[in-house]
């Protein structure tokens, strides 16, 4: 079955601990992206990727980093840095740049106290 | 001031209902219109797209763009529990690249 997979559902970190979200898809889209959902603020963007080894910043990406190194995976780091971690974070990939669909992963679950 | 702005309910219809979901915008420069549907728990799912205005329908939704009111709507006929859900409105300017702008979503409760 072609999608996005995301892992793991839910993650508990310590305060001042790095962590990495996983993202991994098998559609061959060429654009990944990563989004913080909050209640009361939607989806925000924090980096997209239009093409391997090329990333960048969305509306909120201080606080994050990512990598592309390959055009199936993308994953997030969410460092110490960023000051309100907590939150519900979703991949999503698009065929290319332009396309209008994006389809989602499950979301991870990030818990830091 | 946020670009997009929606509704975040919560919204209660009995099973049946027709159901009115809303977004406005600020920026002309929106062209593509899409609404997601999340359940709970998951990953948004897109539901219907439009690019022009007026009416574009499948099944029991319809999606309505209005432009020169910077309005848009999704209607559910027929309203049924499984349509419980958070329902995100999106927007993509013509200029920037597959970027979107999403409403904060309204959650809708369908009751049988």
């Known amino acids: 079955d072609g999608g996005i997979t995301q892992s793991p559902k839910y993650l508990f970190r310590k305060e001042g601990q790095n962590v990495t979200l996983s993202c991994e898809q098998n559609l061959n889209h060429d654009a990944m992206y990563w989004y913080r959902q909050d209640p009361g603020q939607g989806l925000r963007l924090i980096y997209y990727?239009?093409?391997?080894?090329?990333?960048q910043k969305g509306d909120i990406a201080e606080g994050y980093s990512v990598s592309r190194e390959k055009k199936e995976s993308f994953p997030l780091t969410v460092t110490s840095a960023q000051k309100n971690p907590t939150a519900f974070y979703l991949c999503?990939?698009?065929?290319?740049?332009?396309?209008?669909?994006?389809?989602f992963g499950p979301g991870t679950r990030l818990t830091v106290t | 001031q946020k670009e997009v702005e929606q509704d975040p309910g919560p919204l209660s219809v009995p099973e049946g209902a027709i159901v009115s979901l809303n977004c406005t915008y600020s920026n002309s420069a929106f062209q593509y219109f899409m609404w997601y549907r999340q359940y709970s728990r998951k990953g948004p799912e897109l539901l219907m797209y439009t690019y022009s205005s007026g009416n574009k329908e499948d099944g029991r939704f319809t999606a309505q763009v209005d432009k020169s009111s910077k309005y848009i709507s999704l209607f559910i006929r027929d309203s049924q529990p499984s349509d419980s859900a958070t329902y995100l409105c999106?927007?993509?300017?013509?200029?920037?690249?597959?970027?979107?702008?999403f409403g904060e979503g309204t959650q809708l409760t369908v009751n049988p």
């Open positions: 999106a927007m993509r300017k013509r200029t920037s690249g597959s970027r979107l702008t």
């Open positions: 999503a990939s698009s065929i290319a740049q332009g396309s209008y669909e994006q389809y």
């Open positions: 990727s239009q093409i391997v080894n090329d990333f």
